[in-house]
């Protein structure tokens, strides 16, 4: 038997190794172009279910379908989803806990207008024993343009996160958010319609306050009463809110403020002065006071910088002057603080704005436990 050499093991020893090498080095360059790619690929969504349908589980654990047994609710003060259901799509995903934010393009039936609506529920809501019992209901409006989208929903800001911890902190209520656009147009040269029935505008007020409530009240379990509706804000989503509680106070509870104007000023209102005073909180707030109820909690936070504080003395002025009888007010001085939402945000519980208005308004009430 012929016996293979030394060097001929040798040979094929070093062309094993090779091999092994380039094996190792292509395995490295994947990896590493790969820990190079992540990143690229992920800012562009590659990897999320950005855009796939999403249903908030109208028959089963998020609620069942309308009018069937299974959908009857809790008790009388729980609307089970009325339909039809929308269709959303994810938007985007809360980093601490999975949970996904979702858009929709809303026909508003009452208002004629149309628009992006973007909803977030808190983990409470898929909890079993809250499947038959209502969520409180907060509308977020931006400042600025508000269109064609509303900041709120942009996890960088934390609302939804700060909201899921605030819940487990006893420091707020678990809040369904409605998030959807404030104006119609870009604010170009300033421009806004001050969440209101301008005569001969889009009925921004109408969309607001009816049609975007009709649209969670299709889909979501929700509180039957005004107990379980609130506004929050900022700038000019912050009198948006202000403004709306005042006027529909028989549909709305409370709201925070945050740096907000106190009185309409759009350069839409001219011409039609009667209509512009329907919609100034001064004049809403007078109103409410001589009507003697019903109450509502007017929740307000304002820096030291910046606009504002040319905004907190108008602020002060209007609490000093109309809180009384059903008109409840609240002010959180943020010392330091600027126009700012990302200060807005973790103030509204550091304030305890959020931890007031919900020991108001009525939280999802879980299901008794059956008898042993």
Known sequence: MTHPSHGAYQSRGHRRARRAKRWILGVVAVTVLGLIAWPVLNYFDVFS??????????????????????????????????????????????????????????????????????????????DPKYAKSGFPVMVALPGGAGYPS??????????????????????????ILAMPILNPHPDTGGLYWDASDIPGQ????????????????????????????????????????????LQKPGQFKAVIASGPDIVPDS???????????????????????????????????????????QAKPKIEEFIAKYTKGPVKTKLSVIQGGGHNAKTYVPNMANGGLIQWISEHMQGPEPASEPAS
């Open 49 to 126: 279910d950005k855009g796939d349908a999403i249903s908030f589980g109208q028959d089963g654990g998020g609620g069942d379908k309308p009018g069937g047994d299974k959908g009857k609710a809790a008790n009388s003060k729980v609307l089970m989803p009325t339909g039809p259901e929308a269709k959303f799509t994810v938007a985007g995903t809360v980093p601490e806990n999975g949970t996904k934010i979702a858009v929709t393009t809303l026909e508003g039936k009452k208002s004629g207008f149309t628009g992006k609506v973007w909803v977030w529920v808190p983990p409470e809501y898929k």
């Open 150 to 175: 509303n900041y709120w929903m942009g996890t960088d800001l934390k609302l939804e996160a700060s909201i899921s911890q605030w819940s487990k902190e006893g420091k707020s209520l678990p809040f």
């Open 202 to 245: 889009p009925k921004m007020g109408t969309w607001l306050t009816e049609d975007v409530p009709d649209l969670v009240k299709a889909n979501f379990r929700t509180v039957k009463s005004r107990d379980g509706w609130a506004f929050m804000g900022s700038s000019t989503g912050g009198f948006a809110g202000l403004k709306s509680v």
């Open 267 to 309: 350069r839409l209102w001219a011409g039609h002065d009667k209509e512009k005073a329907e919609n100034n909180p001064n004049l809403l707030a007078q109103k409410l006071i001589a009507a003697k109820s019903p109450d509502v909690y007017l929740a307000f936070q304002v820096g030291t910088v910046g606009s504002d504080a």
